[in-house]
């Protein structure tokens, strides 16, 4: 996106329609006109705010990454007999591949997330370090063996998130489809770096809020919308 596209606080202008939200401009969104000018704006800012990550060196990223690990792991502390569940990096995400060793140092379990097929939720198998890998969906990574497991933390990379901590994701909905699958609730950690943050992403009824996003900068806690 030009400049032109943008503020001056680094995230894209909003969207023509926002005279028709609420005055907050944080409603849900419920109106089918309205649905398609969100998608719309989602896909727009996900290529910004994608590129602004890759944008990052990776020195930058490493460094964010080792900060974003050090809060991670005060807030899942002790992991003995819990299964956390995190994602092998892609396109700039912050790499927490280090984070699964401490998890099985520390009694616990690792797991990744599988895609199975477009319009299903994920799944999640244990792996630890050493065990091996094969190809998945986009070439990811995933266990080639392991355990179904529901973890008890789900740790989620961020495209973009937003004050009330709702995730802009790459647009599959994989995320809340697998929240909303799962035969209980996981803690949901968000990952991403500081630049991702943006001022809402119009959630609609289908998005699901995380309970934190952790970046570089430390740890977002949501504040309610205006319509709550």
Known sequence: MTGSDEDDRGYASPPCFMHELD???AGLVTNAKQEADVKRWRKAERER???????????????????????????????????????????GEPDLRGLFEEVDAGGGRGALRIVVERGRPLIFRTWGKGEPLERGVWNIPVPAGGEEVVPDIVISPVVGFDP?????GYGGGFFDRTLAALPKRPRVLGVGYALQAIPTIYPQPHDIPMDVVVTEEGVVTPVKRPAD
């Open 23 to 25: 005055p907050a401009c």
């Open 49 to 91: 705010l994608i590129a602004a990550r890759l944008g990052l060196s990776s020195d930058t990223r490493r460094t964010y990454g080792d900060r974003i690990v050090e809060a991670l792991r005060e807030l899942i502390g002790n992991p003995a007999g819990i299964v956390v569940s995190a994602y092998w990096p892609f396109r």
């Open 164 to 168: 009330s901590c709702y995730r802009l």
